[in-house]
């Protein structure tokens, strides 16, 4: 009779050790859409920003850290690409110039999103308004930077033209989202830096 109390205890704190980790996974998965509503492409938010809803939990500012690192990371990844292009020497021409013209963009973009991750990394509360223009600037730059790229290719046809529109395509949503919650970030105002 012992052994039967002991595994019954043992299985109602299991599960509500279950409940209590289910609840916390809900939690994150409703701070995560609750900061991707504010994007234009939910879907792709809630997807590359899953891995920080526990940690960002209802901080626009972390969350707005988040978006800009996430795209720290693509668009290093698409510059990689368009380099390791280059230097294959298989685009020529139109396509070779619309390439060097899209590294050089890709250049200013990630020079322009570590500006900003450095920016929201260092937020205070008295100089909050003009810090938060400026990473709204540069994160307003990227996406021109973005589609400047995009328009080198406008009309290209091949293989490769094709996989670099994707490419930049998809960290242009990825960019979007992120200004999206910069802006939400801006909005909130400075007391919102203290959210946890």
Not at 21 to 48: F, K, P, Q, W
Not at 87 to 94: E, Q
Not at 110 to 129: E, H, P, V
Request: charged share 20%; proline share 1%; aromatic share 6%.
């Amino acid at each position: 009779m012992a052994g039967l109390h002991v595994s019954l205890s043992f299985l109602v704190l299991a599960g509500l050790m279950n409940l209590g980790m289910l609840s916390a996974s809900e939690n994150g998965n409703n701070y995560l859409r609750e900061a991707c509503s504010v994007t234009r492409y939910r879907d792709l938010c809630i997807h590359s920003l899953a891995s920080f809803s526990h940690t960002a939990k209802r901080s626009p500012s972390r969350w707005a850290r988040a978006g800009v690192s996430v795209t720290i990371g693509e668009a290093k990844h698409v510059a990689q690409y368009l380099v390791k292009l280059r230097k294959r020497g298989t685009m020529r021409g139109r396509n070779g110039a619309a390439l060097s013209d899209c590294i050089e963009c890709f250049q200013d973009a990630i020079d322009n999103l570590l500006n900003s991750l450095g920016m929201l990394r260092k937020l205070s509360s008295k100089a909050f308004d003009r810090q938060m223009s400026d990473v709204s600037t540069w994160m307003s730059a990227v996406l021109t930077d973005e589609d400047t790229c995009l328009d080198g290719f406008d009309g290209s046809k091949g293989k490769r033209a094709k996989l670099i529109r994707n490419q930049v395509q998809n960290v242009t949503y990825i960019t979007s989202n992120a200004l999206a919650l910069v802006n939400k970030l801006a909005t909130a105002g400075a007391g919102s830096l203290n959210i946890p």
